[in-house]
């Protein structure tokens, strides 16, 4: 049996079917350039995300190493503000204590000495609980020109005290 020869299909038919052809290359192209570019900003995400973990875990390094300074300084402070530290330090300064003598007292005659004066028991004895200098009294108006009102007075009666009167 003899098969018959197939025809052969028309060159219309061709034309349109390259047309198709060159699109669903376009479109595979476009899709394929989509993907590539979802698979780069997903690249840079993760890496990105690498690269906060590293930074997040250098700043917690950071913060624990802080932290631990914190409290080294917060002991160091505790123990420098401890009486006898406050004591040494008062010493390397040249402060001396009440109850202690200075050199220069133990080196007068005792007929130049003179005697302490002893407190009535009665009257409470202050202690001093702080190392400082003597602080200047604050001047008031009053103590600074004791004369400027009686001047004032002197000169036209610019006291308060005039113009109530003169009303």
């Known amino acids: ?10 060159r219309h038919f061709e034309s349109s079917q390259r047309g198709n052809s060159w699109r669903y290359s376009v479109l595979t192209l476009m899709c394929g350039a989509i993907l590539v570019t979802g698979f780069f900003f997903a690249g840079k995400l993760h890496f990105s995300s690498m690269d906060y973990g590293i930074r997040n875990s250098r700043l917690r390094k950071q913060l624990d190493e802080l932290e631990s300074e914190k409290r080294r300084l917060l002991l160091a402070r505790e123990v420098s503000l401890s009486p006898a530290e406050l004591i040494k330090s008062a010493r390397k300064i040249g402060f001396t204590q009440a109850d202690e003598v200075p ?8 007929a130049e000495s003179v005697k302490p004066k002893t407190a009535n028991t009665a009257v409470p004895v202050i202690q001093k609980t702080v190392i400082s200098k003597p602080v200047e009294p604050a001047k008031t108006a009053a103590t600074a020109k004791p004369g400027n009102v009686v001047e004032r007075q002197a000169k036209g009666g610019s006291d308060d005290r005039g113009k109530k009167a003169r009303s």
């Not at 049996?1 to 052969?8: D, F, G, T």
């Not at 220069?104 to 005792?110: G, Q, R, S, V």
Request: aromatic fraction near 0%; glycine fraction near 0%.
């Open 1 to 10: 049996m003899r098969q018959k020869p197939r025809q052969k299909k028309p």
């Open 103 to 110: 050199d220069i007292a133990k080196l007068l005659p005792a």
